[in-house]
Structure formats: C-alpha cells, structure tokens
C-alpha cells in the first residue's frame, strides 16, 4: 500500500507559476513510477506528466509540454510538477498517483492521492 499527500496548490495568476508536491509513504518509493493528473469541473480527468522510478524518463500530456516540469526525489520519498506560464485552463484540481508498473497506462495507475487545487485568475 501507497499513501499520496498532495500539497502546493493555490491561487495564482496567469504566467505566474507553483510547485506542487506529492509525498509518498509506502514502500520503496523508487519501485514506483510516479504521474500527475488534473481534473477540471465538468471535464474528464486529463493527463499531466509521469516520471519513471528512477527519475531518467519522463513525458508530458500535450498541453502542458513546455510549461510543466516533473521530477522526483527519491530519498525524500517524493515527486514535484513545477508549473510555469499557468494559463486559467490550467485551473483544476490536481492529483499525483503511483503504481508498481513501469508500463502502467494513464488509465491505471494504482494508487492516488487526494489533489491539491490549482487556481489561474486571468
């Protein structure tokens, strides 16, 4: 078992930027690819970012390519998504999650965090 603490969201203005943290406590945290979803009000969960367990692969959904920035810490048991240039579609509410796998798709991962909200005023 796996437990996801999620912190760093907030209000921010646009081109403004944040630094989400997800705090795994578990199991060998490095055994875990690690990603980054955000869910919006009415909309589907979107993929953000994934992060192999040793940190030398990652990739980025299409709309945040550029902008986001995932890493992980693995003596610290924890993942960061450094957001920059936030736009107000950015506004959602964001949640880390892990899984075992190193193939896992968007769709399943194993275990999730809470979320932490990210607010972009225009």
């Known amino acids: 078992q796996v437990q996801l603490v999620e912190s760093g969201g907030g209000l921010v203005q646009a081109g403004g930027s944040l630094r989400l943290s997800c705090a795994a406590s578990?199991?060998?945290?490095?055994?875990?690819?690690m990603g980054w979803f955000r869910q919006a009000p009415g909309k589907e969960r979107e993929f953000v970012a994934h992060?192999?367990?040793?940190?030398?692969?990652?990739r980025y959904g299409d709309s945040v390519k550029g902008r986001f920035t995932i890493s992980r810490d693995n003596a610290k048991n924890t993942v960061y998504l450094q957001l920059n240039s936030l736009k107000p579609e950015d506004t959602a509410a964001y949640y880390c999650?892990?899984?075992?796998?190193?193939?896992?798709?968007?769709?399943?991962?194993?275990?999730w965090g809470q979320g932490t909200q990210v607010t972009v005023s225009s």
């Open positions: 999650a892990a899984d075992p796998r190193p193939y896992v798709t968007n769709n399943g991962y194993r275990y």
């Open positions: 578990g199991r060998t945290f490095s055994n875990y690819v």
């Open positions: 992060i192999s367990g040793s940190g030398g692969s990652t």
